[in-house]
């Protein structure tokens, strides 16, 4: 995901003259439904992306074109080891955390296809979801090692972080209520194996840039 431009919607506060102590349960549901309806309903320019984070509203840009291949051919290399029924997308499609209060647009994810047959509406529920990818930029490391890390640590079954500036990949799985249980992390060039349900290794050389090759001077 590229640089986070504008927040634009804080979360709304619990009733002044009421303790949230007392508030009821379902009142903190209520506002992220709220702030989701306003989130699908947001007229973003295009290519750029709405979601929820920390209690807000964050628009920024999708990933910048150098972004383009990699994030393509980590897509080609996921599908074909995917659990059946699910696809590889890099679409922009919001998916939800309800019980976290967080929706977030992956760079990459790897779903059910059933969670996008019948259905109205802009997002997708996140247990659909098989594994995520995200591809950092400068000012979205944080929101992709922190805020992601810890929302999809106990929901998702895969998250790989490409940290496009450390130039490494990084594998987490396991999830569980505290977290995710195991990760492992390797340089770019280096394989990394990417665990159940896909349980293949990946050839990471598809994140090093190559350069054209230089065309030969010819003589007459």
Known sequence: MEDAVTAILERP???ENTPAAEQ???EPLK???ELLRTTEELDTPDGYKAELIRGKIVVSPWSRLPYLWPMR???LRLEPHAPKGHIAETSPFLFTFPSVERAFGPDLFIADGNAFR??????ADSEALSLVAEFTSVSTRDVDWQEKLEVY???VPVYLVVDMQAEEITAFWDPSDRGYHAR???PFGKPLTIP???DFELDTNIFLETEEPEEEETTE
Do not use: I, Q, W
């Open 31 to 33: 506002g992220f439904e």
């Open 13 to 15: 506060m619990t009733t």
């Open 24 to 26: 009821p349960r379902e």
């Open 73 to 75: 051919e980590l897509r």
């Open 118 to 123: 019948g259905v109205e509406g802009r997002h």
């Open 184 to 186: 492992m992390t390797v």
């Open 153 to 155: 640590g106990r929901h």
């Open 196 to 198: 159940v349900p896909f």
